[in-house]
C-alpha cells in the first residue's frame, strides 16, 4: 500500500513539475523574442577574420553590444517593469582556430561558466569553414556552419535595485519586495553563410572578408522569481527566430605571429556592431 | 611606419564603434480596453467580448499565459480556459471568495480586482466602459456564451 502511494505521489509531483515548466511559445514578433534575438545575435560566433593564417591560433574575441534604452527595457513582460539587461558593453570570448589543410578551418569559442559583469555566463561556439573556390592570396570563396550554445544566468527580470523600488511606483510593482530574480537565457543558434576572402591589400596589409548567411535561432527564458507573497513566478518561454546577417571585416598580421581582426556585422532587426579580436599563431602555415 | 598603421588601426576601431547601434523594432505596450471612449456592451458574450479584452491584456508574457505560483495558476489565454479557472474558482489571493461569482459581480474578486485598477498590472487601467462590460457578463450568469 505504501508503495501505491508513493507511486501516486511520484506520478502527482511528476506532472505538477510538468506543468510548472510547460514552455510558453512566442510570437516570433514579441517584444521578448525580439529582445532575445538581439542577444543571441550579438552573441553570433561570426568569422571574426579572415580564414587564413598558422596552423594553430588562439586569441580572444570583443563584441561591442549597445545598451538597451529604457523604452525598450520596458516593453517585456507587458510593460510591469524594467528588464536588466545591460550588464556589460563589451563581451570577450575566447576562439581557438585550426587550419589542418588550406582549404579547411576549424573554429571553437567558448566561455566557462564564472561570474562576470553580474551574470554566469557559459557559451560554446564551433565553426567550420571550407573553400569551394579560388586559392589563397586570390579572392576565395568559402562556405562556413557555426554553432552557439550559450547559458547565461543572472538578475535579468528583477535586479537588486528593481527588489528595493517602492512597490507604489510604476514600473517595479512585480518586483517590488520580493527576491532577486536567478534567470536563464539559454540561446542555440544554426547558421550557414557563404564568406568570400580576399587578397592582403598591399604588401603585409591587411586581408579582407565579407560573409553573408542564415541563422535559425531556439531561444529560450527560464524566470525564476519569488514576489513580494514568497510565491515562486517560474516562466519558460521559447521562440524560434530565423535571421540572415552580413559581416565584412579584415585580418592583419602586424608582427610575425600576432593576429588582429576587425569586423562589422549586421543582423537586420537586431543590431549592428563592430568585433575585434586579437590572436597568437603557431606552427606552420597550410 | 608602424606606430603610423597603429595609429589608422585605432582611429579604424574608433570609426566602426560609432556604426555600431541597435535596429530593435518593438511594438508598443498593450492599450485595449482603456480608452475613455469605450462603450460597456449591454448584453457581451464571452467569446466576443470578454476574451478580447482578457486575451489583450491578462494572457500577455509575464501575467496570465502560463501557471505558476505567483498567479495562483490563473490562466486566461482563451475562453474556455478562461471560464474554467474564473467561474465559481475560489480566488487564489483571496479565499474564500471566488474570481466570479455568476450573476453576482458585486461578490465576483475579478470585478473588484479591475475596479481597483489592481489588475491589470501591465499598461494602462481599464476603462470604465470596459469593466462595465465584463461586469455585466458577470451579471447576467457569466455565460459560455
New interface residues.
Given amino acids: 500500500m505504501m508503495r501505491h502511494r508513493a507511486v501516486v505521489v511520484a506520478i502527482v509531483a511528476g506532472v505538477c513539475a510538468g506543468a510548472a515548466f510547460a514552455a510558453v511559445p512566442l510570437d516570433d514578433d514579441s517584444n521578448e523574442a525580439q529582445i532575445m534575438g538581439y542577444y543571441d545575435a550579438a552573441l553570433a560566433f561570426t568569422p571574426l577574420g579572415a580564414p587564413e593564417g598558422a596552423l594553430f591560433q588562439a586569441g580572444i574575441d570583443l563584441t561591442y553590444v549597445p545598451g538597451l534604452s529604457e523604452e525598450d527595457r520596458q516593453t517585456t513582460f507587458a510593460g510591469t517593469k524594467l528588464e536588466n539587461t545591460n550588464f556589460t558593453s563589451v563581451v570577450p570570448r575566447p576562439r581557438l582556430r585550426y587550419r589542418p589543410h588550406p582549404d579547411w578551418l576549424l573554429e571553437t569559442g567558448f566561455f566557462p561558466k564564472v561570474e562576470v559583469f553580474g551574470v554566469k555566463p557559459q557559451m560554446l561556439a564551433l565553426g567550420t569553414a571550407w573553400r569551394f573556390a579560388g586559392r589563397e592570396d586570390d579572392p576565395s570563396w568559402w562556405v562556413r556552419a557555426h554553432y552557439f550554445r550559450g547559458d547565461i544566468e543572472g538578475p535579468i527580470t528583477c535586479s537588486e535595485d528593481a527588489v528595493k523600488d517602492d512597490p507604489n511606483q510604476v514600473p517595479s510593482t512585480v518586483c517590488a519586495g520580493g527576491q532577486v530574480s536567478s534567470d536563464r537565457f539559454r540561446p542555440e543558434t544554426y547558421g550557414v553563410e557563404v564568406m568570400v576572402s580576399g587578397a592582403h591589400l598591399g604588401r603585409g596589409g591587411p586581408a579582407w572578408y565579407g560573409s553573408a548567411g542564415y541563422s535559425h535561432e531556439r531561444l529560450q527564458f527560464d524566470t525564476h522569481f519569488v514576489n513580494y507573497a514568497g510565491l515562486l513566478d517560474d516562466q519558460v518561454l521559447v521562440a524560434r527566430l530565423d535571421r540572415g546577417a552580413v559581416s565584412g571585416g579584415v585580418s592583419w598580421e602586424p608582427w610575425r605571429g600576432l593576429r588582429v581582426d576587425g569586423e562589422i556585422y549586421y543582423a537586420p532587426e537586431a543590431l549592428a556592431t563592430v568585433r575585434l579580436a586579437v590572436a597568437w599563431g603557431w606552427g606552420k602555415k597550410p | 611606419m ?1 606606430g603610423h ?2 595609429l589608422v ?1 585605432v582611429l ?2 574608433l570609426a ?2 560609432l ?12 492599450t485595449v480596453g482603456s480608452s475613455p471612449g469605450d462603450v460597456p456592451v449591454a448584453q457581451p458574450s464571452l467569446r466576443t467580448d470578454v476574451q478580447p479584452i482578457f486575451t489583450a491584456r491578462c494572457a ?4 496570465h ?8 495558476g490563473l490562466v486566461l489565454t482563451d475562453a474556455t480556459t478562461s471560464r474554467n479557472n474564473i467561474v465559481n474558482v475560489p480566488s487564489g489571493k483571496y479565499p474564500p471568495f471566488l474570481r466570479v461569482v455568476p450573476g453576482n459581480s458585486v461578490s465576483s474578486v475579478l470585478a473588484a480586482m479591475i475596479d481597483d485598477q489592481e489588475m ?4 494602462p487601467p481599464l476603462s470604465q466602459g470596459t469593466i462595465d462590460t465584463i461586469k455585466n457578463w458577470i451579471d447576467q450568469g457569466a455565460q459560455d456564451n
Avoid: H, S, W
Fill in positions: 608602424t598603421r597603429a588601426g579604424g576601431v566602426l564603434g556604426f555600431a547601434c541597435t535596429d530593435l523594432k518593438l511594438n508598443p505596450l498593450p500577455i508574457v509575464g501575467c499565459i502560463a501557471a505558476t505560483e505567483a498567479n495562483y491589470p498590472k501591465a499598461g
